[in-house]
């Protein structure tokens, strides 16, 4: 096939693909979408976690749930029992840490479990500022975007806009 034959060819499914695709009818949906709060209950599942994050329910009914400070906790609801089964170091600062738990869509045969965290990395204790004594605001251009930086402070961190 002769090279700009192939490029038309080419042009001409890539526009038309977008446009067919309109053509087709939208899903029906459910005229009543309202959410209902009495179909669901609020229960205490244990006590006592630190910052709790997150939650993934395991196939037996049982609970993989997150604390920011890096532990992992299973709970069984049939017996009531709580233990801690991993920490994970994690760096803690603001809303760093542990976070997300999560099943693989395929956990029922491979028990894979996905984490979502703040590496403990070599930063040294206070790095990160958590306030800033005396502080300078400097307005730039037309715009009027204020840029503030703390005294005595440096990098990044010490800087936002």
């Known amino acids: 096939m002769h090279p700009a034959l192939r490029r038309l060819i080419t042009a001409a499914a890539v526009t038309a693909l977008p446009v067919l695709g309109l053509a087709v009818p939208a899903a ?5 979408a309202t959410l209902h709060w009495e179909n669901y209950e609020k229960i205490t599942l244990t006590k006592n ?7 993934a329910v395991l196939p037996d009914n049982r609970v993989l749930h997150t604390a920011r400070s890096g532990e992992v906790r299973l709970t ?4 009531g029992v709580t233990k801690v089964v991993n920490t994970i170091p994690v760096y803690q600062n603001s809303e760093m840490g542990l976070q997300t738990v999560t099943l693989d869509p395929g956990f029922a045969e491979n028990h894979w479990v996905y984490l979502y965290y ?10 990160a500022p958590t306030r800033c004594p005396r502080a300078r605001t400097t307005r730039t251009g037309s715009s009027g975007r ?4 703390c005294r005595g402070s440096s990098g990044p961190a010490s800087r936002w806009t």
């Open 28 to 32: 029906a949906h459910d005229e009543d």
């Open 76 to 79: 069984d609801p049939k017996t």
């Open 49 to 55: 976690v630190g910052e709790p994050i997150d939650l």
């Open 118 to 127: 703040s590496p403990k990395l070599n930063t040294p204790a206070g790095s």
């Open 146 to 149: 204020a840029t503030t930086s």
